[in-house]
């Protein structure tokens, strides 16, 4: 928001310097981010905690002058030479601007002009170069006539981008004084936090300067001038949706003629970063800026002819399925079926809170408005405001919440000074529909609440001071406060929320910086580990460490998006979810079912971008539950992998691809360093992987979850690259269950081991992992590693078996085994594997 100096000096009174300013707004929770000088010089301090930018007048160059005579240049059609008087003496000043042309060579100007001149040595911006860039005025022949100063565009005294022509000032500007005294001022901006929204306009930031220095704020008054007939049959009101539209009213004006608004106006409206278009636009912009209440403008005539020369009615509703609009910057808009419209019997006329409609904007022709001030559902604006991808300054209010009682007030100020700038005759009364009012909360406080929360004793009237600087209607009964609202905020709750409310209300007066340092006064609570918490960043620091990145994803999202993770004939699609009230964007319409869906979308985003990608991310999944109004919170830790196995180095380069048991690498590693016991893989199939490349997890009789390589038709939905992707879903809660945070310990033996490898053959269908569980069954404690490093398949062995060969690998802790031992172990080992399985040893 930025806010001219004096702008604000209308309606308060200042006697702080800048820097001093600022830092109360800023302490206040008004930030301001920096300060643009328009004139003002930079404040004397021995340090600035402030940005400044902008440029400062130089009193004794820059001034106030008067124009008599435009007279043609003698040797250049589209120049002029003006026959000027700055206060002590007469210049012949040449100037190309083209607001001039017409007062060339028509003599001695009765009233002269009064305009901006820079004298010869003074320093400017060049209107004629992009940007700001500064230049000193000095002697030279332009087209035989010498130059040494210039009348000066907005551009050149850093008042905005303008440069097309001089700046013309009232008649009764001073010549000779210093411009910087007439008119020198300064911007600042000021980061509006989204519950302060009341301060985005002039009145409001006024208000709080008010209190900060407790003075008096001047609220503007309207002045409507002599009244019209009234208005009562020209114009009616449906809403047809309290909720999403409190408050509608309609105010008019007559035989107004649209203009450029008066010079002042005009640079105020640009100094807040907002560009003039005629006198009854720029009232409604004006009256935003200044009070907070966005207006809009229809052009009456418009109106009657689309109700067939009858009053119209103005209708305010949801949009129809279909229904398109073409709004004010040209664009034809597809409606969604949330969003509320302003409209009359023919159709819709803007998007309510957001935008008005091209067909009935107010133009050069437009004599008589039909002004609309309303109130709307700021979760609905901002929600349209999303989905139409269109901020306006409207929106940017309205998504925040504008007090019901702003409507009324603005429309009438706007009429004001819609017929002070552009003539006309407003009509007396207002159409005004307010179905639901809003009641302003009536909130309770005590001392001891203050100074519970802020750790100062301030007794009931001091608190009742500070808040009713701030338009707080305070009372006092019972050694209780009672502070009702004022009919401008919408910030304050009731209840405890309210007291709260009140709290950082005295706080803010108070002066945050001059709240002491005090001990809590409460005991600490006793501080317990939290072994749930401590486990899950434990997984996270195991996967990490193994090459994978973590995500965090959105838990909203949308039914089609998550779908793509089954096949397309997957009864997990015929869930149920649980569905967003009020979504933001059909995107995130639901909460998620699956948590492997989100990891595998942002998986998506960024293998084109990588060569090798793996992720994790550790959540929670949302199940409906019948009957229970909230759903199942089920944890879930989900993992994606695609791409190279490793990254090309300078010396090393390969084509191998992640796949199947790189995924089981991971799992393996992930689990023995949690201690969960024994872990099982078995083939298993789903709805998400490959037939054949899929299998489950389990410890004991706990299945854990299943991983696998993507499914074709699966993958097909996304899009990949050719290489494979393979995935994990694993449930938290029962791995958490298992892991252990405490664990026995073993010390490495210091006695040397022997190694052994082993083939055996066994049949086709029998687990690799059953026959390792035999062989360590048969070896006992003595054999502390078994490894599978060949499997061989041929005729020699015959069909229907295969060769699995071992690397085993004996140690004892307490002394060194010798060969003996290790034969003993061996013929245990494969007595076990002949009883058990069937096998035998290959030779």
């Given at each position: 928001?930025?806010?001219p100096?004096?702008?604000?000096?209308?309606?308060v009174?200042?006697?702080?310097?800048?820097?001093?300013?600022?830092?109360?707004?800023?302490?206040?929770?008004?930030?301001?981010?920096?300060?643009?000088?328009?004139?003002?010089?930079?404040?004397?301090?021995?340090?600035?905690?402030?940005?400044?930018?902008?440029?400062?007048?130089?009193?004794?160059?820059?001034?106030?002058?008067?124009?008599?005579?435009?007279?043609?240049?003698?040797?250049?059609?589209?120049?002029?030479?003006?026959?000027?008087?700055?206060?002590?003496?007469?210049?012949?000043?040449?100037?190309?601007?083209?607001?001039?042309?017409?007062?060339?060579?028509?003599?001695?100007?009765n009233?002269?002009?009064?305009?901006?001149?820079?004298?010869?040595?003074?320093?400017?911006?060049?209107?004629?170069?992009?940007?700001?860039?500064?230049t000193?005025?000095?002697?030279?022949?332009?087209?035989?006539?010498?130059?040494?100063?210039?009348?000066?565009?907005?551009?050149?005294?850093?008042?905005?981008?303008?440069?097309?022509?001089?700046?013309?000032?009232?008649?009764?500007?001073?010549?000779?004084?210093?411009?910087?005294?007439?008119?020198?001022?300064?911007?600042?901006?000021?980061?509006?936090l989204?519950?302060?929204?009341?301060?985005?306009?002039i009145?409001?930031?006024?208000?709080?300067?008010?209190?900060?220095?407790?003075?008096?704020?001047?609220?503007?008054?309207?002045?409507?001038?002599?009244?019209?007939?009234?208005?009562?049959k020209?114009?009616?009101?449906?809403?047809?949706?309290?909720?999403?539209?409190?408050r509608?009213?309609?105010?008019?004006?007559?035989?107004?003629?649209?203009?450029?608004?008066?010079?002042?106006?005009?640079?105020?409206?640009?100094?807040?970063?907002?560009?003039?278009?005629?006198?009854?636009v720029?009232?409604?912009?004006?009256?935003?800026?200044?009070i907070?209440?966005?207006?809009?403008?229809?052009?009456?005539?418009?109106?009657?002819?689309?109700?067939?020369?009858?009053?119209?009615?103005?209708?305010?509703?949801?949009?129809?399925?279909?229904?398109?609009?073409?709004?004010?910057?040209?664009?034809?808009?597809?409606?969604?079926?949330?969003?509320?419209?302003?409209?009359?019997?023919?159709?819709?006329?803007?998007?309510?809170?957001?935008?008005?409609?091209?067909?009935?904007?107010?133009?050069d022709?437009?004599?008589?408005v039909?002004?609309?001030?309303a109130?709307?559902?700021?979760?609905n604006?901002r929600?349209?405001?999303?989905?139409?991808?269109?901020?306006?300054?409207?929106?940017?209010?309205?998504?925040?919440?504008?007090?019901p009682?702003?409507?009324?007030?603005?429309?009438?100020?706007c009429?004001?000074?819609?017929?002070?700038?552009?003539?006309?005759?407003?009509?007396?009364?207002?159409?005004?529909?307010?179905?639901?009012?809003?009641?302003?909360?009536?909130?309770?406080?005590?001392?001891?609440d203050?100074?519970?929360?802020?750790?100062?004793?301030?007794?009931?009237?001091?608190?009742?001071?500070?808040?009713?600087?701030?338009?707080?209607a305070?009372?006092?009964?019972?050694?209780?406060?009672?502070?009702?609202?004022?009919a401008?905020?919408?910030?304050?709750g009731?209840?405890?929320?309210?007291?709260?409310?009140?709290?950082e209300?005295?706080?803010?007066?108070?002066?945050?910086?001059?709240?002491?340092?005090?001990?809590l006064?409460?005991?600490l609570?006793?501080?317990?580990?939290?072994?749930?918490?401590?486990?899950?960043?434990?997984?996270?620091?195991?996967?990490?460490?193994?090459?994978?990145?973590?995500t965090?994803?959105?838990?909203?999202?949308?039914?089609?998006?998550?779908?793509?993770?089954?096949?397309?004939?997957?009864p997990?699609?015929?869930?149920?979810?649980?569905?967003?009230?009020?979504?933001?964007?059909?995107?995130?319409?639901?909460?998620?079912?699956?948590?492997?869906?989100?990891?595998?979308?942002?998986?998506?985003?960024?293998?084109?971008?990588?060569?090798?990608?793996?992720?994790?991310?550790?959540?929670?999944?949302?199940?409906?539950?019948?009957?229970?109004?909230l759903?199942?919170?089920?944890?879930?830790?989900?993992?994606?992998?695609?791409?190279?196995?490793?990254?090309?180095?300078?010396?090393?380069?390969?084509?191998?691809?992640?796949?199947?048991?790189?995924?089981?690498?991971?799992?393996?590693?992930?689990?023995?360093?949690?201690?969960?016991?024994?872990v099982?893989?078995?083939?298993?199939?789903?709805?998400?992987?490959?037939?054949?490349?899929?299998?489950?997890?389990?410890?004991?009789?706990?299945?854990?979850?299943?991983?696998?390589?993507?499914?074709?038709?699966?993958?097909?939905?996304?899009d990949?690259p050719?290489?494979?992707?393979?995935?994990?879903?694993?449930?938290?809660?029962?791995?958490l269950?298992?892991?252990?945070?405490?664990?026995?310990?073993?010390?490495?033996?210091?006695?040397?081991?022997?190694f052994?490898?082993?083939?055996?053959?066994?049949?086709?269908?029998?687990?690799?992992?059953?026959?390792?569980?035999?062989?360590?069954?048969?070896?006992?404690?003595?054999?502390?590693?078994?490894?599978?490093?060949?499997i061989?398949?041929?005729?020699?062995?015959?069909?229907?078996?295969?060769?699995?060969?071992y690397?085993?690998?004996?140690?004892?802790?307490?002394?060194t085994?010798?060969?003996?031992?290790?034969?003993?172990?061996?013929?245990?080992?494969?007595?076990?594997l002949?009883?058990?399985?069937?096998?035998?040893?290959?030779?």
């Amino acid at each position: 928001m930025k806010v001219p100096l004096s702008w604000l000096k209308e309606y308060v009174d200042i006697d702080l310097d800048l820097e001093t300013l600022a830092r109360k707004l800023t302490m206040a929770g008004l930030e301001v981010e920096a300060i643009e000088l328009v004139g003002l010089p930079k404040p004397q301090a021995d340090h600035y905690e402030f940005s400044y930018t902008g440029l400062s007048w130089e009193p004794d160059k820059i001034v106030v002058a008067r124009i008599d005579e435009v007279m043609p240049h003698p040797n250049a059609d589209r120049l002029t030479l003006c026959r000027l008087y700055d206060g002590t003496q007469e210049h012949v000043v040449l100037t190309g601007a083209p607001n001039l042309f017409d007062y060339k060579g028509v003599g001695p100007l009765n009233p002269p002009l009064k305009v901006a001149y820079a004298k010869e040595g003074a320093t400017i911006y060049d209107g004629h170069q992009p940007g700001l860039v500064l230049t000193k005025l000095k002697r030279a022949k332009i087209r035989g006539v010498e130059s040494y100063s210039m009348v000066c565009s907005e551009k050149e005294l850093g008042i905005s981008e303008e440069h097309e022509g001089i700046i013309l000032l009232p008649e009764d500007a001073p010549a000779g004084m210093p411009l910087v005294d007439y008119m020198g001022d300064a911007v600042l901006d000021i980061s509006i936090l989204p519950n302060m929204i009341r301060n985005a306009c002039i009145v409001g930031v006024a208000f709080e300067v008010a209190a900060l220095t407790g003075k008096e704020c001047r609220l503007p008054q309207p002045d409507l001038g002599k009244l019209g007939p009234s208005m009562e049959k020209d114009a009616s009101i449906l809403i047809e949706d309290p909720i999403l539209n409190p408050r509608f009213a309609l105010g008019m004006i007559r035989g107004a003629r649209p203009q450029p608004s008066p010079y002042h106006v005009q640079r105020r409206l640009r100094l807040a970063g907002m560009r003039p278009i005629n006198s009854l636009v720029d009232a409604t912009n004006y009256v935003m800026l200044e009070i907070g209440q966005p207006l809009h403008a229809f052009d009456y005539q418009v109106l009657q002819r689309r109700a067939g020369g009858k009053a119209p009615t103005i209708i305010t509703r949801r949009a129809a399925p279909g229904e398109k609009l073409t709004t004010l910057d040209g664009v034809e808009r597809s409606l969604n079926d949330f969003s509320v419209l302003v409209c009359d019997t023919a159709g819709a006329l803007s998007i309510a809170g957001v935008m008005g409609g091209a067909e009935s904007e107010v133009t050069d022709a437009t004599t008589d408005v039909l002004l609309e001030g309303a109130s709307w559902n700021f979760i609905n604006i901002r929600r349209t405001a999303a989905a139409q991808k269109m901020a306006s300054e409207a929106s940017y209010r309205f998504s925040r919440g504008i007090h019901p009682a702003l409507a009324p007030e603005g429309v009438q100020l706007c009429l004001g000074y819609m017929a002070r700038w552009s003539g006309g005759q407003v009509a007396a009364g207002l159409v005004d529909a307010y179905p639901t009012p809003v009641k302003d909360p009536e909130v309770a406080l005590t001392s001891q609440d203050v100074f519970r929360a802020l750790g100062i004793n301030l007794n009931l009237e001091h608190i009742a001071g500070l808040l009713s600087r701030l338009g707080f209607a305070c009372r006092i009964q019972d050694e209780t406060l009672y502070a009702r609202t004022p009919a401008r905020r919408l910030d304050i709750g009731e209840g405890m929320v309210g007291k709260a409310d009140l709290v950082e209300e005295v706080a803010r007066l108070y002066g945050v910086d001059n709240l002491p340092y005090t001990r809590l006064a409460d005991p600490l609570p006793p501080a317990e580990e939290d072994s749930t918490l401590w486990t899950e960043e434990r997984m996270k620091d195991v996967l990490v460490s193994l090459g994978l990145n973590e995500t965090i994803t959105y838990r909203m999202t949308s039914v089609e998006k998550e779908q793509r993770v089954w096949l397309p004939d997957a009864p997990e699609r015929a869930g149920e979810y649980v569905r967003i009230a009020n979504a933001i964007s059909p995107e995130r319409s639901v909460m998620r079912r699956s948590l492997l869906a989100s990891t595998l979308d942002v998986l998506e985003r960024s293998s084109r971008l990588r060569e090798r990608l793996a992720l994790f991310e550790i959540g929670p999944a949302f199940l409906p539950q019948a009957g229970e109004q909230l759903p199942k919170e089920e944890g879930r830790i989900a993992i994606a992998m695609t791409g190279k196995r490793a990254a090309d180095a300078w010396d090393t380069s390969s084509n191998a691809v992640l796949d199947f048991y790189d995924m089981k690498g991971v799992l393996e590693a992930l689990l023995e360093a949690m201690h969960v016991g024994q872990v099982v893989f078995e083939p298993a199939s789903g709805s998400t992987y490959h037939p054949g490349k899929c299998a489950s997890v389990r410890v004991g009789e706990t299945v854990l979850g299943m991983f696998g390589e993507l499914h074709p038709l699966v993958k097909a939905q996304y899009d990949f690259p050719a290489a494979p992707v393979v995935a994990a879903e694993l449930d938290l809660a029962a791995l958490l269950g298992l892991a252990q945070v405490y664990y026995e310990a073993r010390s490495v033996s210091s006695y040397p081991p022997i190694f052994e490898d082993l083939a055996v053959v066994v049949d086709e269908d029998l687990p690799a992992e059953r026959v390792v569980e035999t062989i360590r069954l048969g070896g006992g404690k003595l054999l502390v590693g078994v490894r599978l490093f060949d499997i061989f398949r041929g005729a020699q062995i015959g069909a229907g078996k295969k060769s699995l060969a071992y690397s085993l690998t004996y140690q004892a802790a307490d002394r060194t085994l010798a060969d003996t031992d290790a034969a003993q172990i061996r013929q245990r080992i494969i007595r076990r594997l002949e009883q058990d399985l069937g096998a035998k040893l290959r030779s």
